[in-house]
């Protein structure tokens, strides 16, 4: 059964100034796959995140998300609507209810009427467990609530990919859990998802594939079975012995 890739990376490259980030990467992510991105701080993790959500332009190379060419700035914009990103921070509004958060961009980006945008976002809150917190405010709520009104803002537009760029780590230990529960869920569901974490128990858990960077180039990837339990890279090898013994 061979079905076009969610997502396609071909020799692309990034650089910040003079320095090289992601240095000539090819990938794909299939529809329904859970693709777990790891490695140390300046891999260029979290820059192909951002590339592949439309947040970044390539300096060379072409990235194809659901049949849009991100490669290309004249179609980039097509993206909006496909793809749901959920950062460290949650970056919602204080001002706002958990509701107004959730519904801000179906009424003024998707121009839904505010019945609708409500019934919608009160879809997506049940589905991270926070229904019954619809009318609070974020200070009323711990962290790990407020970044799962995060995931259920992204959540309300409907997207068919979904991007974490590490969801879990402004998070008190003790919350991580709830958040990574709902992650679980979506990948449960089917849903498409890219993942930067420093979580290993969450990739190893519920990766498909776990791709481990280094450097700005994918040094090694597998099952979470073959990378945790039987890595060939030495850099590789490296890395979980020092994050797995934390």
Known sequence: MSQ???????????SFGATQVIKTLSLEVQPGEVLVLIGASGSGKSTVLRMMSGLETVDDGEIWVNNVPLHDRKRSSEICGH?????????????????????????KARKMSPSAANQRAMAALER????????????????GQQQRVAIARALAVEPKIMFFDEATSALDPELVGEVTEVMRGLARDGM?????THEMGFARKTADRVVFMDQGVVAEQGTPEQLFVN????????????????
């Open 128 to 143: 991270v467990g926070l229904a019954d917190r619809a009318n609070h405010y974020p200070s009323q709520l711990s962290g």
């Open 83 to 107: 793809v749901g990103m959920v950062f460290q921070q949650f970056n919602l509004f204080p001002h706002k209810t958990t509701l107004g958060n959730v519904t801000l961009a179906l009424i």
């Open 4 to 14: 076009k890739p969610a997502i396609t990376l071909s020799g692309v490259s990034k």
């Open 231 to 246: 890595p060939q890279n030495p850099r590789t090898q490296q890395f979980l012995s020092r994050v797995l013994t934390h």
């Open 192 to 196: 498409t998802m890219v993942v930067v």
